[in-house]
């Protein structure tokens, strides 16, 4: 009210009237002056009011009469534009409130009049409302009088008049009781005494009401009473009424103030006395009515139902039930009843379809049903309404199909339709409409021919109703085609919702509050007992109490429900209606479940059950006894008997699948349809969400689901969920598109279905297990006798739900596998296979789940999981052992570590597999059995060791696969590796399960027995071992025995350390040598045919195609391990007392190999003799840390320096050779017999290679082709073995032991290469390289230099041998040697492939020995023996022969290597012969020494054509090289050497100096190839000679001087000649060689005279001089000459003349001034 009391509102108040006032004056000046006056007094009296007080408001309206008369005046006039200001004046006034009591009376009298005239009548209405809203001023009469004036403008003649007095007398009604409400709250506080009301009888017992209650209580009196056609008591003066408007009235109110009604008595009789009478005599006519009878034969005529009024009926009804039902539960009976009456047939369409639009409303309202049920069904001798009520829609419902409403012209249609075939013939009016050629489907019902279409026509839950609110309608109107029909859907819908949502909440409730209790009981918290028990046992009443409630409404309404809904579900062809209808089906099923209504439960779920199947299929879960109870009965209805409809074949549904019946003998497809599918969906979701109260049922969903399963094609897939698949036969699965983006959809739901099994408690579990396992079951007796594709859908299905069970396996476990293998035994393949799925997969689950407490704490449970699996080595069928032992592979690779006790069982499984069991079979246990070698020995008892030893070993012999018989091997090295790590963890534990065996052993009284007895336990372990490796050794496969031989050896090897002393004597006579024996044996007499290939297309190698030589690659091996651990092990195998003996049994087979006639095994078997002779004998190291006892104590040795009492050995790795047993401890003085005898194996060692060698070098007596000659790897192996037996027999090896040397290293270096073999061995012919044969010799020589250079005196004379042995290898270089009589052809002729002998190419050899020559002579040129035995002499003879050749030399770095050697070997041995020249040792070297000389510088070879200019001049210079030997080492000691000698010396400078030319150059070569250089040190060598000393003899003087005169003679007649031949050629040039001739001739000139210069001038003959300047005048001649180099030369030769010219001295006498 702030808007209208502020300062500024009543300010403008007081303008607005006194301006109103102004403006009526003025219209009224002339014709009406009183209203003019009253209108100027009224502004004056305003002016007043507001001027003497301060609350204008109150004044104003204290005086309101008097204000408002002069507008009052102004209506009186009549005029309409001046009563219009007056009423907007007088409305003004009102809206601020300032009209009293007495004003307001006089507005409606006058408003009164103005109506009575009919003027103004809008203004008038509003003029009311306004008066009767703002305040509560008017009541009682004037009240009254305001209505009726209303009332009245509502029958005028005016449209718009009528409407808005309509709508206003609307309003007032409701301001009359708002008042009322308004009234109570005020007075709420007041506590009243209630007045009792007598009886009631007294109609105006309104003394006790309040004004405003009054007033309501006598407006509603009268409304009644117009509705009757009765005279009104309070509301005087109306002239008419309609009962139409009358029944809004009533409605709106019952409507909108219950509470009036519902709190006060007075409202409560009218209620019952006055409103309820009404009704039920109104609806007379509707009851009586029966559509279609004629009135000629009902006696009185009947009223006719009228839409209007019944329609109004209706709604009231339905208030009255709603909001007064507890008032009026008699009265509501009787509205119930009628209503159902109303949905009779023979009622007109329009008031079924109202009929059904109330009972909507009711369905609405789950606790209003729930009060019916309680205060009617569940009444001794009361009408079933609520029953009454169900049945009745569905009897509508069936009543629509069965009599189609009039107009509907499918009647026709309705035989013929039945027929059960598969055709559907639709009919006309199905619902298709052709739109632009195609066809859209409306949402229908249809059946037998009957279509009805669904019109949506409310929103869920609410009821919307269409008929009910068609107020303005007279006529009844049609009712489109299905309305009803669909109303009557809608109500059973909300009809299911609501009842399951309450009774569903309200059991949730006593759930969670029976919790609470039973906590609050166990909590001792709780003060008085008594007093809990008290609460406990109201809350068991109470809960009785609803249950009994809610079991009455289900079993009162279930028969009806599911009659209706079957019938709906059949006929539906719209996807959201069937998915309605069966979610109310569903929901109906979960309830019963829940209250446990068994029968109910059964009856819906197998509604839905076949909904989901084909029509007619032949299902026997779905038809048995309760089945059959329910489809065959009639429930009566009113009397009325209908027949629960079975469904009808013919289908309008989208076909979306065909598939086959899941049935013995297959009879042709099936179709589902996609309300097969939508049902089926339901199924599951029922299943899944309310599996806890299915129990017997789960038999029905389950076998439906196999069913629809079967017919989709969905097959299991991994963890048993069903994916869709291919039918395996038969006119297999078809499915559409639609049906395919559904299946996964599909498959997602059965799996989580089955996934929350979890949550049921153990009894609904039970009762799903078995219904699973009797379904599988009836799976398997199908599956017998054909090996169709089986129903695996029971299997697949037990195995996920024992999946998520997990968490109490226990209690599932045995039924479940139990039922699992015996379907592992089916003879159908996929069935079992299946059956072994399911189970593997459980038990993998079983072992990895987290279970409480943990398995490895509750081992029984453990053994529990994994018998089955044991079980299943007792099914013969390879497809389930394979799946078992994939299983078993999982196993350990998820849950090895914690198996435990399991193991004997689990390895049982692999050891199981038979050689004749497939390959694939035995791959997967092999994989099993490597997976546990390679992880889990660590976790398993040491006691299984010897099983997985034992199972290995049966992989390795199995045939069917080498692959696996290979890695086998390798197994059991992992496995001996294994033990060797974790020795003493495993000895310990042995050691205790023996001592337990053997105290149980000794209680029996019987012997305990196991193989290798006498050993420890732990030792056994390795001998089971090798044993085992031993027969794998000589398996018949050549890559077994292969293998095993390597893991044999290399396990003996490496950890034979861990074995007592005394077991080793086992390992090498029962294991080692017995395994030699078994191989040799079949080396040696195995088949030598050519195997063609290896089996199947493996191409074998040529070194391996036959049975022999595959068996050598045994033999060889075997004899390269057993010498291996010989070698290794040797300070072992030394003290077992028998060594000697062993150590001849292995030279003796090392030998046999050697000499076998095969290149493999006797090559290694060198190699074999080698490594045992590496063994170095015992070295005493000081500083090694163990020191065993004295080595010839047969006790068992301690390895290692901790030495522990009984069996505890410390495990120390002792493989490095150095490390050996023959050390003593420092303080005792060396076992000598040790060493003798250690001697003695040496000396049968060099015994054995002496045989061997000479055996195998000596050349055969004929050659064929089948000759066997030893290769050359073997060759070289068997001289390199020399130089390491060497060391250890050098002490006693004499000349005899060197001649015998010598005679194997000849033979073997000259046996020749076979041609196919040279390609490897030999370089190509121009490399200078060793073959390592060769090497090998030369290396054993070194050998044997070295050791003599440090040995005694004694041993030194066996250097000239080994001289006489180097230069016989050094004459090869000239002449090869020849092996036999076998011809051998040069390398560069041979042919490949041909059986031909290749001989070596010795040059690089013979090189290489002649260099060791020169060392070995640098070294030992002063030694008595070289020089006694005349090595020197011997050298240069076998160099002479390659000098000579010179350029014949098969290779030109032979003659040049000569050289140089010949050149050291003199600089050393020269000063020696001088040092002996007395002796005359050396008296035969000298003659040998100058032939030399002289067949290399003037050599008879003639040097090959193409050598170059630069290889020329190369050559030369070492001809240089050579006579400066002579002039610096001879020459100078001319008079240590014979004088022979030094003659051919100087003859052959001479010759050398003056070397004629050769006349093979050509012209440009001339000048180079006269080796001028070689002349000319010659020549300088001469001069030297001739002048660098005192001439000690007249004989050398005489040699220098002759040579001289002979040269300076040569030179003028050159010259002579040159000038002779220049004169006459004239301008022609002369021959080249002339002119080389001249200019080497003037070289030599200047160099004479440049050499007389330098010597001593008392060395120089004065002859000689003179000859040389009686040249002068000769060369001066030569200058006119035209050649300029022969000008250049004479320059050259012409200057040294000025040392000549002096002026002429007084005298010169022999040369000396």
């Known amino acids: 009210m702030s808007g209208t009391n502020s300062p500024e509102a009543v300010k403008k108040l007081l303008e607005n009237m006194q301006s109103d006032l102004r403006a009526l004056s003025l219209e009224c000046k002339k014709k009406f002056p009183p209203v003019k006056e009253a209108a100027e007094s009224g502004i004056i009296k305003v002016k007043t009011i507001a001027a003497r007080n301060t609350e204008i408001l109150a004044a104003l309206k204290e005086n309101s009469s008097e204000v408002v008369q002069p507008f009052l005046m102004g209506c009186g006039t009549k005029e309409p534009k001046i009563t219009q200001l007056c009423l907007a004046a007088i409305q003004r006034l009102m809206s601020h409130e300032v009209v009293s009591e007495t004003a307001a009376g006089n507005i409606i009298n006058m408003l009164w009049q103005l109506m009575e005239n009919s003027l103004e009548e809008l203004k008038l209405l509003q003029t009311v409302l306004v008066l009767l809203t703002t305040n509560t001023v008017v009541h009682d009469e004037s009240l009254s009088k305001a209505i009726v004036l209303c009332f009245r403008l509502h029958f005028t003649k005016d449209n718009i008049t009528n409407n808005t007095a309509a709508a206003t007398v609307r309003q007032v009604v409701t301001v009359v009781f708002e008042r009322m409400v308004a009234e109570d709250e005020r007075h709420r506080d007041i506590i009243e005494q209630p007045v009792l009301v007598q009886g009631n009888s007294n109609r105006r017992s309104v003394s006790t009401l309040k004004p405003c209650a009054k007033d309501a209580y006598m407006l509603f009196q009268d409304l009644c009473q117009l509705v009757n056609a009765d005279a009104p008591y309070w509301l005087v003066g109306m002239t008419e009424m309609t009962r139409t408007f009358g029944l809004e009235l009533l409605e709106s109110v019952l409507n909108d103030f219950p509470q009036v009604f519902l709190q006060h008595q007075e409202f409560s009789f009218l209620l019952k006395e006055r409103v309820c009478p009404l009704v039920i005599k109104l609806f007379s006519p509707n009851i009586k009515f029966r559509q279609g009878s004629s009135s000629s034969s009902s006696p009185a005529p009947v009223e006719k139902p009228y839409f209007p009024i019944c329609m109004r009926l209706l709604r009231v009804v339905s208030v009255l039930i709603k909001q007064f039902y507890s008032l009026l539960v008699t009265e509501c009976e009787i509205f119930l009843s009628l209503l159902v009456k109303f949905l009779d ?345 309310h599996g806890a109260v299915l129990g017997t049922s789960w038999q029905l969903v389950l076998a439906t689901l196999q069913h629809l399963v079967w017919i989709l094609g969905l097959k299991p897939s991994s963890g048993g969920a069903l994916k869709p698949g291919r039918a395996v036969e038969g006119p297999s699965t078809v499915l559409t598109t639609a049906v395919m983006t559904d299946l996964p959809v599909i498959s997602n739901i059965l799996s989580r279905l089955f996934e929350s099994s979890q949550y049921l408690d153990d009894v609904s579990l039970h009762h799903l297990i078995n219904a699973l396992c009797s379904l599988s079951l009836e799976a398997m007796d199908m599956a017998y006798g054909n090996n169709k594709e089986p129903s695996l859908f029971a299997v697949a299905k037990l195995l996920e739900t024992g999946l998520v069970n997990m968490h109490r396996i226990e209690i599932l476990w045995r039924p479940l596998t139990g039922h699992l293998l015996e379907v592992c035994q089916h003879p159908n393949s996929r069935m079992r296979e299946w059956g072994a799925e399911a189970l593997t997969s459980l038990i993998k689950a079983g072992l990895t789940f987290n279970h409480d407490p943990p398995l490895s704490q509750n081992q029984r449970l453990q053994l529990l999981l994994l018998n089955p699996l044991k079980e299943m080595s007792s099914i013969n069928h390879p497809d389930i052992r394979l799946k078992q032992l994939e299983c078993v592979l999982q196993i350990l690779q998820s849950q090895g570590d914690s198996l435990g006790p399991g193991w ?105 027995n196991r193989p290798f007895h006498p050993a420890p336990p732990f030792d056994c372990l390795w001998l089971c071992l090798y044993a085992k490796l031993g027969e794998l050794c000589v398996d018949p496969r050549p890559a077994v025995r292969k293998s095993a031989g390597q893991t044999l050896f290399s396990t003996i090897g490496a950890h034979g350390t861990l074995l007592q002393h005394s077991t080793w004597h086992t390992v090498i006579w029962k294991v080692l040598f017995h395994l030699l024996d078994r191989v040799r044996e079949s080396s040696t007499t195995a088949d030598k045919e050519k195997i063609e290939s290896g089996g199947g297309n493996i191409l074998i190698h040529h070194s391996r195609d036959t049975a022999e030589k595959q068996w050598a690659e045994t033999w060889v091996l075997t004899l390269a391990g057993v010498a291996r651990i010989f070698n290794t092990r040797r300070y072992l195998l030394q003290p077992l007392g028998d060594f000697s003996r062993a150590w001849d049994v292995l030279l003796d087979h090392i030998q046999s190999a050697a000499l076998s006639k095969n290149n493999e095994v006797s090559l290694a078997a060198l190699k074999s003799f080698q490594e045992i002779l590496q063994i170095v004998s015992p070295v005493r190291d000081s500083d090694k840390p163990e020191t065993p006892p004295a080595v010839n104590v047969p006790v068992p040795v301690l390895i290692g320096s901790i030495s522990g009492p009984g069996l505890s050995r410390p495990f120390v790795r002792t493989d490095s050779i150095g490390e050996r047993l023959g050390r003593c401890s420092s303080s005792e003085a060396p076992v000598v017999t040790d060493e003798l005898e250690d001697l003695n194996l040496w000396w049968a060692a060099w015994n054995t290679w002496y045989r061997i060698g000479s055996e195998s070098t000596k050349p055969p007596t004929t050659f064929d082709k089948l000759t066997f000659i030893p290769s050359q790897p073997f060759l070289t192996a068997l001289i390199q073995i020399f130089p390491a037996l060497y060391q250890h027999i050098k002490t006693g090896f004499n000349m005899d032991d060197l001649q015998k040397l010598g005679v194997i290293l000849h033979s073997a270096v000259s046996v020749p290469i076979s041609s196919d073999a040279s390609p490897f061995i030999l370089p190509s012919y121009t490399e200078a390289v060793l073959t390592s044969l060769q090497e090998a010799v030369l290396t054993a020589l070194d050998v044997l230099q070295k050791a003599i250079c440090v040995g005694p005196e004694n041993m030194q004379i066996m250097y000239p041998a080994i001289f006489d042995q180097l230069l016989a290898f050094v004459e090869f270089s000239c002449k090869p040697p020849q092996y036999g009589q076998l011809e051998t052809k040069h390398i560069a002729n041979a042919k490949y492939n041909q059986a031909e002998w290749v001989a070596l190419n010795y040059v690089p050899f013979a090189e290489r020995s002649l260099e060791v020559v020169v060392d070995l002579y640098q070294k030992t040129a002063c030694h008595k023996a070289v020089v006694n035995e005349k090595v020197l002499q011997n050298i240069i003879k076998t160099l002479r022969v390659p000098l000579s050749l010179k350029y014949s030399c ?107 030319q050769s006349s093979s150059f050509t012209e440009a070569e001339i000048d180079i190839r006269l080796r001028e250089e070689f002349s000319k040190m010659c020549f300088e060598t001469l001069l030297q000679f001739s002048f660098s000393n005192k001439v000690t003899t007249p004989q050398e003087g005489y040699i220098s001087r002759m040579a001289l005169s002979v040269l300076l003679k040569r030179s003028q007649d050159v010259l002579h000649r040159y000038i002779e031949d220049e004169r006459l050629s004239g301008k022609c040039p002369l021959p080249r060689q002339q002119v080389t001739e001249i200019i080497f001739v003037l070289k030599a000139v200047s160099t004479l005279i440049d050499s007389l210069k330098k010597t001593q001038p008392e060395n120089v003959d004065g002859s000689t001089w003179a000859q040389v300047i009686a040249l002068y005048p000769t060369l001066v001649e030569c200058i006119t000459c035209s050649s300029a180099e022969v000008c250049s030369a004479l320059k050259e030769a012409l200057v040294p003349f000025k040392d000549f010219m002096q002026p002429p001295a007084s005298k010169v006498q022999n040369g000396e001034s």
Request: aromatic share 6%; proline share 5%; hydrophobic share 40%.
């Open 1450 to 1556: 098969p290779s030109e770095s032979t003659w040049k290597l000569a050289v140089s050697s010949l050149l050291r070997v003199l600089s050393i041995g020269l000063p020696v012969a001088r040092q002996h020249a007395s002796s005359g040792k050396f008296d035969s070297m000298w003659p040998e020494l100058a032939n030399t000389f002289e067949d290399f510088l003037f050599t008879k070879s003639i040097p090959p054509d193409n050598l170059s200019i630069q290889e020329f001049q190369r050559n030369e210079s070492i001809d240089v090289e050579v006579v400066q030997l002579i002039s610096t080492e001879i020459l100078p000691y001319a008079n240590f050497i014979p004088k022979e000698f030094v003659g051919q010396i100087m003859t052959m400078l001479n010759k050398g100096s003056i070397h004629s």
């Open 904 to 1008: 004997p069982l689990v390895l049982g499984v692999m050891g199981a597999i038979r050689n004749d069991q497939g390959e694939s079979l035995i791959r997967t246990a092999f994989q099993c059995l490597q997976l546990v070698v390679t992880d889990f020995l660590p976790t398993m008892p040491c006691t299984c060791l010897q099983i997985v030893v034992d199972v290995a070993g049966s992989f390795g012999l199995h045939n069917q696969e080498l692959n696996i018989s290979l890695t086998s091997i390798g197994l059991l090295w992992n496995i001996s590796d294994y033990f060797f790590q974790r020795g003493e963890t495993i000895e310990k534990e042995l050691n205790k399960e023996e001592a337990a065996q053997q105290k149980q052993a000794e209680e029996k009284g019987v012997v305990l």
């Open 345 to 689: 047939a023979d009622k007109p369409q329009w008031l079924r379809a109202v009929a059904v639009e109330s009972i909507h409303r009711l369905c609405v309202q789950p606790q209003l049903l729930r009060s019916f049920c309680q205060s009617y069904d569940m009444k001794q001798h009361s009408t079933k309404v609520f029953r009454d009520i169900v049945n009745a829609l569905g009897s509508f419902i069936q009543s629509l199909f069965l009599v189609p409403p009039t107009g509907n012209p499918a009647t026709t249609n309705q035989a013929g339709n039945n027929n059960s075939g598969g055709s559907v013939s639709a009919p006309a009016n199905s619902g298709m409409l052709g739109i632009g050629g195609g066809v859209t489907l409306l949402p229908a019902f249809e059946y037998r021919g009957t279509w009805i279409p669904i019109l949506t026509i409310t929103v869920q839950g609410s009821a919307k109703a269409t008929y009910l609110e068609m107020l303005d309608k007279v006529e009844p109107p049609t009712i489109p085609e299905g309305y009803a029909m669909s109303v009557a859907f809608h109500c059973l819908l909300d009809l299911v919702r609501g009842i399951t949502s309450m009774i569903e909440g309200e059991l949730g409730e006593v759930e969670t509050e029976c919790q609470t209790t039973t906590e609050a009981a166990s909590s001792p918290t709780q003060s008085s007992e008594q007093q809990e028990l008290q609460s406990t046992s109201d809350q068991m009443d109470k809960e009785i109490v609803s249950r009994a409630v809610w079991e009455e409404m289900v079993n009162a309404c279930w028969c009806g429900l599911l009659a209706a809904l079957s019938l709906l579900l059949d006929a539906s062809t719209d996807e959201a209606a069937t998915e309605n209808i069966l979610k109310a089906e569903l929901t109906m099923a979960a309830l019963c479940g829940r209250l446990g209504l068994v029968t109910s439960r059964d009856a819906f779920i197998t509604a839905i059950c076949k909904g989901s199947l084909p029509p007619h299929y032949a299902l026997t879960v779905l038809n048995t006894t309760t089945a059959a109870t329910l489809s065959n009965k009639s429930y009566s209805i009113q009397g009325q008997s209908v027949m629960m409809i079975s469904p009808s074949s013919e289908s309008h549904q989208q076909v979306v699948a065909v598939g086959q019946p899941l049935a013995v003998q297959p009879q042709g497809t099936v179709m589902l349809t996609s309300k097969n599918i939508q049902c089926m969906r339901t199924l599951l979701n029922l299943a899944h969400c």
